[in-house]
């Protein structure tokens, strides 16, 4: 099964939080194998290779729950301004305030 299947509208690219979760658990459920075979290793070589593996296994697992656990950040479009209707707002009642209560505009005839 494809691991992009079932998903539409999505950049394939960008894991979910479940999907980064469950690759950092099955890391290190392949961590802890790595280290119970490597316990019954009787050359020394094949257990330093497997205790390696391990620990590269538990770092990579390390690094995905980083990423499951950082803020997510929104990229805006360019041009697009969330503070821009504030400030017009705020410019709008700057000027008023300069215009004084009596000044108020009066339609044209």
């Given amino acids: ?9 999505r950049n394939p690219a960008v894991p979910t939080l479940a ?3 469950q690759q950092a658990h099955a890391k290190r459920n ?5 280290r119970r075979w490597a316990g019954e290793m009787t ?9 390696r593996i ?15 656990n950082a803020p997510v950040t929104l990229v805006q479009p360019p041009g697009f301004s969330t503070t821009q209707p504030i400030q017009q707002v705020r410019q709008e009642q700057q000027q008023q305030a300069l215009k004084g209560p009596g000044d108020s505009e009066k339609p044209e005839d």
């Avoid at 020394?44 to 497997?50: C, G, H, I, N, Y």
């Fill in 1 to 9: 099964m494809s691991p992009f299947s079932g998903i539409r509208g």
């Fill in 19 to 21: 999907q980064l979760m």
């Fill in 30 to 34: 392949d961590a802890a194998r790595a």
């Fill in 43 to 51: 050359a020394v070589a094949d257990r330093e290779f497997l205790l």
């Fill in 54 to 68: 391990a620990v590269e296994l538990e770092a990579e697992a390390a690094e995905l729950d980083r990423q499951a």
